[in-house]
């Protein structure tokens, strides 16, 4: 069985959104398809928080230079960026991002938690509790969708327990 290389699915939030908190657990495996000996090293999924949704971004372009609020590209190397326009497929907008993690292993659970202060226009990132981004900056109104997508044929990424809410943690942050 192969994966399914697309974009997709695309949730959308009721309401425009503030969340303080968006946190998600992810797993990387390779497809059982025994035809393929070698991976592209590009393999991976990206994860994103939309201000709008993709679809009424390719309908009107002009209006869609920062349809991602936040996007994660999680593969070999994990990789952050925020404000950036994503379309299906693209890759150009991994020149604007910055690497948090190296050396993703297959078959491995991380947990990925981004902490975002709306009033500052901040966000954290957590990986695997442990912070590995502070103080990066976005600009945005609203979360209106999240969306995951594949991106390689011969790589299946799951993604589980996905939350998108108020940030109930007291500020807690494991000592450096």
């Not at 593969?75 to 907008?93: D, F, S």
């Not at 020149?95 to 226009?121: C, N, P, V």
């Not at 900056?137 to 995951?148: G, N, R, T, W």
Request: proline share 5%.
């Amino acid at each position: 069985r192969t994966s399914p290389f697309s974009s997709g699915p695309e949730y959308v939030l009721n309401g425009d959104k503030h969340p303080g908190r968006v946190s998600f657990l992810v797993q990387f495996d390779r497809d059982d398809d025994t035809l393929r000996d070698e991976i592209d090293p590009e393999w991976g999924a990206t994860f994103e928080l939309r201000s709008n949704l993709w679809s009424s971004g390719i309908a009107n372009e002009a209006n869609s230079n920062f349809s991602s609020v936040l996007v994660l590209a999680i593969g070999p190397i994990m990789m952050h960026g925020a404000n950036i326009r994503g379309l299906p497929y693209g890759t150009t907008h991994h020149s604007m991002m910055e690497t948090f993690h190296s050396g993703t292993e297959m078959r491995k659970w991380y947990k990925i938690d981004i902490r975002l202060s709306w009033a500052k226009g901040i966000y954290d990132i957590f990986l695997d509790d442990s912070i590995v981004v502070e103080s990066a900056p976005f600009l945005a109104e609203k979360l209106k969708a999240v969306s995951i997508s594949n991106s390689h044929p011969s790589v299946r990424g799951w993604f589980d327990e996905i939350f998108v809410g108020d940030d109930t943690t007291m500020g807690f942050r494991c000592p450096k």
